[in-house]
């Protein structure tokens, strides 16, 4: 069983508890991020404990623990569980308020997984997606409010579809988990500019696909990327995994495209060289 | 301290705990509902019921509990905690998801708090309100998402305000935890027909204001609730609670209106009558 964090405690998942009187549970009033680590390595943490934060702030959640204390507890965990390939995910809650509505001292739990990546099969075929009109609120926070997303599976599966790209308006935005890039058939890299979660992923893909291709981020609309030569998601998770249809439309050739695979390699060899930077510091 | 319920056992409210896994921590994915206790016998109890196992239906939270045992849970609680005047709150979480996003076997989770309603001072004097554009998702389900309600705490004491009344496209939908009425300058009695939560308190004031006066549920529009007569909110915890001001705009008189105070004269009438017909059965 793998060890968990509460609030200074390392104990085994299933002793790792909040009182019910947690804003999370009453009111749905949390952040989080998720990590992964390679080898044993935190992949890009810098970022990933950036962003969180950043969520933290923008909820107003306080006080904060150092940055330097959350990665002294993220090393000691993955020194715990020794997993190798692991997500992460660090949980930063509204704490136990006396009238379960104004946020309070923060409850901070960390919890560690087992995680695979997409297999490169999975990559060349790609994915079926569905859209849905709905727009995160307080799209710029890492919230843990997946209402939408979660109540969305069952529709998800009957459409036989893996997932579910959201608009509004007419303006696409992102997937329940994931950002969105299309790339336009005469070869530019685009990606919504507005009502989206910065993505970790997302902003290393647009760093490197900016030196071979020409990168738009701006505001995209449903019908324009059902038109677009080759669709993909980018998430911690996924890295970057195409999707050959949207709805009823076959995007480009119905597999993954030409500059989507491009990017992986390029992403898979950032991913690499920012480990390589990294083996040695970290010893058990 | 409190007794509380989680899965079948009654324990002292910080002991009451759920696994940091639970859906309603890794997602926001739960619903609730609350009621109130009078001479420690649960007001309208059926409606609530009712209303809870409706969410949990809409959401696909499975399997349920009978009603049966619902009902015994709450008169234990009660006996238990013995406060005379409380609110009882239900939770339903989406439950110990493995991979953290589908909902398997719920959670079960009942807490008891005491409750003191709204002071005939309080009720005079009214409230201020700010407006904001949203409008809840799902709204037909008491979910546990108030990332927006919470979020806008400090938004609502920045304008010296109370509550915040939500509106989209120029359509009045609810406050965060109340539903909305206006009584227009003619005496008819108005609520918004859609994009609500349908509150308990809601339909029994439908129920005695159709026997006074003229009632319309329809769509209200921001710009005609400001020039209504009297607006009020009804809830389980204020029952009815005039609404004086929204933004910078007095409504009527500034204070509580006639018709509003005649309608919490009749919902008290209701309440009583409720509880007298009750007072028999339930003995400690």
Same mark, same amino acid.
């Given at each position: 069983?793998? $060890?968990? *964090?509460?609030? =200074?405690?390392? @104990? ?9 009187? /947690? ?120 919230? $843990?409010? *997946?209402?939408? =997303?979660?109540? @969305? ?9 893996? /997932? ?121």
């Amino acid at each position: 069983m793998m $060890i968990s *964090y509460v609030n =200074g405690q390392f @104990l085994p998942e299933d002793q790792a508890t909040l009182q019910v009187g /947690d804003l999370s549970i009453q009111r749905g009033y949390a952040i989080f991020d998720y990590f992964r680590t390679v080898d044993n390595i935190p992949l890009f943490l810098d970022d990933y404990i950036d962003r969180f934060f950043g969520s933290a702030a923008l909820m107003r959640l306080e006080p904060l623990p150092l940055k330097s204390e959350l990665r002294a507890i993220i090393y000691s965990l993955i020194q715990k569980n020794k997993l190798g390939e692991s997500g992460i995910k660090i949980i930063l809650t509204g704490g136990y308020s006396p009238e379960s509505y104004e946020p309070v001292s923060p409850n901070l739990v960390l919890l560690q997984q087992p995680l695979v990546t997409p297999s490169a099969d999975r990559f060349r075929q790609g994915i079926k997606v569905i859209s849905h009109e709905y727009r995160r609120e307080l799209s710029s926070v890492k919230s $843990i409010n *997946y209402l939408m =997303g979660v109540w @969305l599976q069952d529709k998800v599966r009957a459409a036989d579809a893996q /997932d579910v790209l959201y608009y509004r308006d007419g303006e696409v935005s992102e997937f329940p988990r994931a950002n969105v890039f299309m790339v336009a058939k005469d070869g530019k890299v685009i990606t919504p500019s507005d009502h989206i979660l910065g993505g970790i992923t997302r902003k290393k893909l647009l760093e490197i696909a900016a030196l071979k291709f020409e990168v738009e981020v701006r505001p995209v609309h449903i019908e324009e990327i059902k038109t677009a030569a080759e669709v993909f998601m980018t998430s911690t998770t996924k890295r970057l995994l195409p999707v050959t249809r949207i709805d009823e439309t076959v995007i480009g050739h119905g597999r993954a495209g030409d500059i989507t695979t491009q990017l992986l390699a390029d992403f898979l060899q950032l991913e690499e060289s920012y480990l390589r930077a990294r083996k040695v510091p970290v010893e058990f």
